[in-house]
């Protein structure tokens, strides 16, 4: 009978170490406290996976930033200028390395695969010097054994480090990163034996590098890295953890003739050829951990499901070699589902977050081993049924309607730079239109009336009016500043996904889900149960409001569905583009409305669209194929004369350029101030791109305030490549975290280039 987890959430159920972070790093509280903090939780969790009865209860999955970050610090691996002089690497180092520091920035993050979370890239190079300096992985291993608890201590795998890491500052961009193999393993036997020293008889080694598309040569570092741990590891049992996707043929070949490892840990929920690879040859005598249980949604598992997949994986591996586990860390579902008291009763039947999974793993263990808990499983067979069934999850009209999209094409009649002359007759605007992406600062005040708001302190009366008064500020100083396409600046808004989450049915929503983004950040993504549907208009009211206090045309705002579905914990029950489509109808009523309300501009933000890529090359046209028609479906049956733009936040987008022009927007902005470059020579390559398009002229993540000379540079640079004809100017995104005393100088500035390169044209 044995059980799993691949890692836990770091927080804490009530976000306990993000709090304990932030005030460390205010200096409001010590190192001690921190620790304290952070030991309290790690203890926590261990007691309560051995509570539940779990077999292999992972250390060193705690992490007070980023685990890539703390094999960094294992291995030593500091980048120079943080000027670090060797010995164990404490927190001065290992946060400037995360965040900066008053004289040096931190290195750069990105996103942890297809997830919401973000590590913190590896800089290496040929003079990259390596050395074993954070024993964490060691100390945990001992802490929890000093509690009772023999755990399995977790390391990132010294390939996916590799794989995952970048060039440093200065070394050629080809630089073979995977050269340093043969660097990093001494430290890699080092903290073996150390582990070894300490008792342990199991180590878990994460490598979900091995579901990406790799070449030869790459997964020839797998069978070169594992032979040459052989010695080091003999005498342990060795796990290689993979997830988030089935593990390629050819590389699952590779991995499972590995001799030096005894278990192999894959994802049976996203990886969904994982049980076929698995019949067509599993190695005699190993042990397979199968990730049954989703670490990435909320859903309560198909118990039942699961357990007639694990009987049969039983008769493949034999019954003491199956470990049932979760598809990956629960590090990415949401904490306890205890403390969600104000959820209501039957939605939280269909429910599992972290600590509810672990016990699910537990009781299919159990059930396997011939201990099935009658009462728990008839529970949960119970929910299940209610889910399928409940009337608040399916309305069929919605259905028919999503159905019906199938098969056709929705796009606008006319072609784009038709629509683009008939509007500009209507909206008269100048070459290089000026406009902003949409917030504007949310300031203390603002937060304040909202929340009041919501906590019933004051009446929808005082809300409005509040609203109101913001808005018209908000007018009156574009107006001001002279830009030429308006926006009403969201201090409704709260998040741009919440907001309309809320007024959308199908949608719940959690007290303390929360999901570490990075770092100390964490976000609370809805809940998409049922079917989606728009009840009443959304956005009409603020944006008519804010037409009504100018005569230069206001944009509606909405969120796109795409970036609606990534950002939300999708249900599992039908396919992700139908939920999509569902949503992609409510916001094109949304749209129409506001045409109807005699909004002129309507703006469709997609931030998210690109986060959805799917990890392997072979799946990316099918998922921007719904993605993109999705989108279109939104305001496929409006006027020519009606504006529609979308926006994007980030601007690598090389690959998918032509998925974007399908999207047939007739304005996309796009982030660009940190890339330049990479944008530019998407056009430069000869794209033919005959939109309106507004590439951000400055970076609105910093406070600095761009100059006028600077900000028009870009836009010269810009007009090198684009026609003068399509080219808008406006920041790289929105400015709710920016203070006015940033926004103005910079929208001044920003304003005085369009007009000085005007008079250049
Ligand atoms: N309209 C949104 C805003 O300005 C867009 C935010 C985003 O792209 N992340 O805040
Ligand atoms: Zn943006």
Not at 569 to 595: G, H, S
Not at 704 to 722: N, Q
Request: aromatic fraction near 8%; include cysteine; proline fraction near 4%.
């Amino acid at each position: 009978m044995a059980s799993h987890i691949v890692g836990y959430p770091r927080m804490g159920p009530k976000r306990e170490l993000k709090f304990a972070l932030e005030s460390f790093w205010d200096g409001k509280s010590t190192a001690e406290d921190l620790e304290k903090v952070a030991t309290d939780l790690r203890a926590s969790i261990w007691k309560q996976m051995a509570d539940a009865g779990i077999k292999y209860i992972p250390s060193n999955t705690f992490s007070y930033y980023d685990q890539v970050l703390d094999t960094t610090a294992m291995l030593g691996a500091v980048p120079e200028r943080y000027s670090w002089t060797g010995g164990e690497i404490g927190f001065d180092t290992y946060f400037s390395m995360a965040r900066g520091n008053a004289t040096v920035p931190a290195m750069e993050m990105t996103k942890w695969f297809d997830t919401n979370y973000h590590f913190i890239v590896p800089e290496l190079g040929p003079n990259t010097k390596f050395s074993y300096s954070s024993h964490k992985a060691v100390n945990e291993y001992k802490e929890a054994k000093a509690l009772g608890v023999d755990t399995v201590p977790v390391l990132i795998g010294p390939v996916s480090y590799l794989l995952l890491s970048k060039p440093a500052k200065g070394v050629e961009k080809g630089f073979p990163l995977l050269s340093l193999l043969s660097s990093i393993l001494p430290v890699y036997k080092e903290v073996i034996a150390e582990l070894k020293a300490a008792g342990a008889s199991w180590i878990q080694f994460d490598e979900p590098t091995l579901v990406l598309d790799l070449d030869a040569h790459k997964l020839a570092a797998f069978s070169a890295a594992y032979t040459e741990l052989e010695s080091a590891l003999s005498g342990l049992n060795v796990l290689v953890e993979t997830y988030f996707a089935d593990v390629p043929a050819e590389s699952f070949k590779t991995l499972t003739s590995l001799s030096s490892v005894t278990a192999y840990g894959f994802d049976l929920v996203r990886g969904t050829q994982t049980v076929e690879l698995i019949k067509s040859g599993f190695p005699a005598g190993k042990y397979l951990f199968a990730g049954v249980v989703d670490g990435r949604n909320i859903w309560a598992d198909d118990l039942a499901a699961s357990l007639s997949t694990l009987q049969a994986l039983e008769a493949v591996v034999g019954k003491d070699k199956l470990v049932v586990s979760t598809s990956c860390s629960l590090m990415h579902t949401a904490v306890d589902l205890v403390n969600e008291t104000k959820l209501d009763s039957e939605i939280k039947s269909w429910l599992a977050f972290a600590a509810q999974k672990v016990v699910e793993v537990d009781a299919l263990a159990k059930a396997l081993a011939g201990q099935k808990d009658e009462a728990y499983f008839a529970a949960n067979a119970a929910a299940q049924a209610s889910r399928k069934s409940s009337p608040r999850v399916t309305n069929e009209e919605v259905q028919k309607a999503a159905a019906a999209l199938k098969g056709s094409d929705h796009r606008r009649a006319t072609n784009v730079s038709a629509r683009l002359d008939a509007q500009q007759k209507k909206l008269n605007l100048p070459v290089l239109p000026t406009t902003t992406i949409g917030s504007f600062p949310q300031t203390v005040e603002l937060r304040r009336v909202r929340r009041e708001y919501k906590a019933k302190k004051i009446s929808e009366e005082e809300y409005v009016s509040a609203i109101k008064e913001e808005i018209s500020k908000v007018v009156k100083l574009q107006e001001e500043l002279d830009i030429d396409v308006l926006v009403h600046g969201e201090p409704e808004r709260n998040d741009m996904v919440e907001y309309f989450g809320e007024q959308l049915s199908g949608f719940a929503f959690t007290a303390n889900g929360w999901v570490q983004s990075y770092g100390s950040r964490c976000v609370k993504p809805p809940i998409i149960y049922g079917d989606v549907s728009r009840p009443n208009p959304m956005t009409v009211f603020w944006s008519k409001t804010a037409q009504s206090m100018t005569s230069r045309p206001m944009k509606g705002m909405l969120t796109g569905p795409v970036t609606i579905l990534n950002w939300s914990f999708v249900r599992n029950d039908q396919p992700r583009f139908e939920t999509c489509y569902q949503i992609a109808l409510a916001i094109k009523k949304e749209v129409e409305d506001l045409e109807a309300a005699g909004i002129q501009v309507i703006q469709i933000d997609e931030a998210a669209l690109r986060e959805g890529l799917p990890l392997r090359k072979a799946e990316h046209a099918f998922y921007l194929d719904w993605a993109v028609h999705s989108f279109r479906i939104t305001n496929c049956e409006i006027k020519d004369t009606t504006q529609i733009h979308t926006h994007m936040c980030y601007s690598n987008f090389n690959d998918i350029i032509h998925s974007i022009i399908n999207m047939d927007a007739d304005v996309i902005t796009i982030e660009n101030s940190r890339s330049d470059e990479k944008l530019l020579s998407v056009f430069r390559g000869g794209v033919k791109y005959g939109a309106g398009i507004g590439p951000g002229v400055y970076d609105i993540h910093s406070p600095r305030i761009p100059s006028t000379e600077e900000i028009a540079d870009r836009i010269s640079k810009m007009l090198a490549v684009l026609d003068t004809n399509i080219l808008w100017v406006n920041p790289d995104c929105g400015l709710k975290t920016r203070k006015y005393t940033e926004v103005k100088p910079a929208l001044t500035n920003m304003v005085s280039a369009a007009k000085l390169i005007r008079t250049q044209l």
